[in-house]
């Protein structure tokens, strides 16, 4: 079965650390791009950060640029997200979800992601003093 | 990384065929065809519809089918069933980037 397993969250003052972490399983983890996204209390979906196969291309919202960290361990099949100087915006549900491409099928363009395909039931973050 | 612009919400009877667009700019929707679609039911995590802009991942309805003419995406959701109610998000590259839109709520009648 494919699966994604977050965790890491919790309450945290505002300026402090956290470090996200995604144990996925039931698929090649090194052939796909991974994602983290968010959903605030009551608002919308927002994406955060994505990162290649290979860790060789890797992107950020604007909102987080600077202050997060996404990185892979392909050899243990996680993804992590270091949550530096944390503020009370960054309070959500932080889901790890798998890219749809794979980079050995030689169709996509593994600079870029496709979609989405498999979510994790998220972890949530609270900041606040 | 402005949010794309969806409709706050869409309705339909059982049947019918709803439509949600999903406004962008050059920069991004209308750039190139990575937009996909997202459907997300309360306390549940989100379940890709579309991607590539027109592409049904395994599993999916053909209920459901997506679209593109310059800056706009559309999901259209036919045969409309009390289960479709739910939010639904597009997602963009934008910018060296990517951005999910707004986000419509979709009522069933």
């Known amino acids: 079965e494919v699966q994604l397993v977050e965790s890491g969250g919790g309450l945290v003052q505002p300026g402090r650390s956290l470090r996200l972490s995604c144990a996925a399983s039931?698929?090649?983890?090194?052939?796909?791009?991974m994602h983290w996204v968010r959903q605030a209390p009551g608002k919308g979906l927002e994406w955060v950060s994505g990162?290649?196969?290979?860790?060789?291309?890797?992107g950020y919202a604007d909102s987080v640029k600077g202050r997060f960290t996404v990185s892979r361990d392909n050899a243990k099949n996680s993804l992590h997200l270091q949550m530096n100087s944390l503020r009370p915006e960054d309070t959500a549900l932080y889901y790890c979800?798998?890219?749809?491409?794979?980079?050995?099928?030689?169709?996509?363009?593994?600079?870029?992601?496709?979609?989405?395909?498999?979510w994790g039931q998220g972890t949530t973050v609270t900041v606040s003093s | 990384q402005s949010a794309l612009t969806q409709p706050a919400s869409v309705s339909g009877s059982p049947g019918q065929s709803i439509t949600i667009s999903c406004t962008g700019t050059s920069s991004d929707v209308g750039r190139n065809n990575l937009v996909s679609w997202y459907q997300l039911h309360p306390g549940k995590a989100p379940k890709l519809m579309i991607y590539e802009g027109s592409k049904r991942p395994s599993g999916v309805s053909n209920r459901f089918s997506g679209s593109k003419s310059g800056n706009t995406a559309s999901l259209t959701i036919s045969g409309l069933q009390a289960e479709d109610e739910a939010d639904y998000y597009c997602f963009s590259y934008a910018r060296r980037s990517y951005v999910f839109g707004t986000g419509t709520k979709v009522t069933v009648l």
């Open positions: 990162i290649s196969w290979n860790s060789g291309s890797i």
């Open positions: 039931g698929f090649t983890f090194d052939d796909y791009a």
């Open positions: 979800a798998k890219d749809i491409a794979s980079a050995s099928s030689g169709i996509y363009n593994v600079y870029y992601y496709y979609g989405m395909d498999v």
